[in-house]
């Protein structure tokens, strides 16, 4: 049970991060500040993926809970993604 709880932790965190650095992101005082923002954005909106993933894998819980959470994340990282290669 106690490993249940681990991921739940991480996937908060990685989920809170992609949220707190993309409004740092919009607040950005330069192209390079907001650019290093945004990369952040991406490899945190990455690894909520990845938690939620493997969630999945694992069977810990009901996927078709999380089907559409899953899905809007792919959805929010290629955006974020898309914004990135735009900064470059």
Not at 6 to 22: E, H, M, P, W, Y
């Amino acid at each position: 049970m106690r490993s249940y709880g681990c991921i739940g932790k991480q996937l908060l965190r990685s989920d809170t991060s992609v949220a707190a650095n993309f409004r740092a992101y919009t607040r950005g005082k330069s192209k390079a500040e907001r650019f290093a923002k945004i990369c952040i954005v991406v490899e945190e909106a990455d690894e909520t993926l990845f938690w939620l993933e493997l969630l999945e894998e694992v069977a810990l819980i009901d996927i078709s809970i999380f089907a559409n959470l899953k899905q809007e994340a792919l959805e929010l990282l290629k955006i974020f993604s898309s914004t990135k290669f735009n900064l470059k």
